[in-house]
């Protein structure tokens, strides 16, 4: 038997967006993947467990170390921005992601003072319609 993928969905300030990536990510895999939630702060944390992830926790010790471990790492661009989310991704957090070596999966949201070029400007249930087919083939 296959080991189930290791999906970590990484997300902040509400934890919103992440929880939405969890709740889509749930319905399409099931329990064929393993999906945790790391959140900058403990609310990102509890609104990804409560959208489904089988796992979660908080802070920058916990992404740091969690991270290494991924197949498959899941969020915004956000999340390879030091101090983006108004501060709560620490350069350490951002440095962690990008040198994981999981896949990185990431929406082109809008931010301040970046900008994307060539990224579409679809609306959010869009882009993550796009992040779930993108994985679907990955994974199958």
Do not use: W
């Not at 802070?59 to 969020?75: H, L, R, S, Y």
């Not at 990185?104 to 003072?113: G, V």
């Not at 970046?114 to 779930?132: C, F, N």
């Amino acid at each position: 038997m296959e080991k189930k993928k290791l999906i970590a969905v990484i997300d902040g300030q509400g934890g919103g967006i992440g929880g939405l990536m969890i709740k889509r990510l749930r319905e399409t895999f099931g329990e064929e993947v393993d999906l945790i939630g790391l959140g900058t702060n403990a609310m990102a944390t509890g609104a990804m467990l409560k959208a489904g992830a089988n796992k979660g926790a908080s802070g920058e010790n916990a992404i740091v170390q969690t991270v290494k471990a991924m197949d498959m790492i899941v969020g915004t661009s956000a999340i390879v921005l030091a101090n983006s989310m108004m501060g709560e991704l620490t350069p350490k957090m951002a440095e962690a992601i990008t040198s994981s070596p999981a896949l990185k999966c990431l929406l082109p949201l809008k931010m301040p003072d970046v900008e994307i070029i060539g990224a579409s400007k679809e609306p959010l249930p869009h882009l993550i319609d796009q992040l779930i087919k993108r994985i679907q083939e990955i994974i199958y």
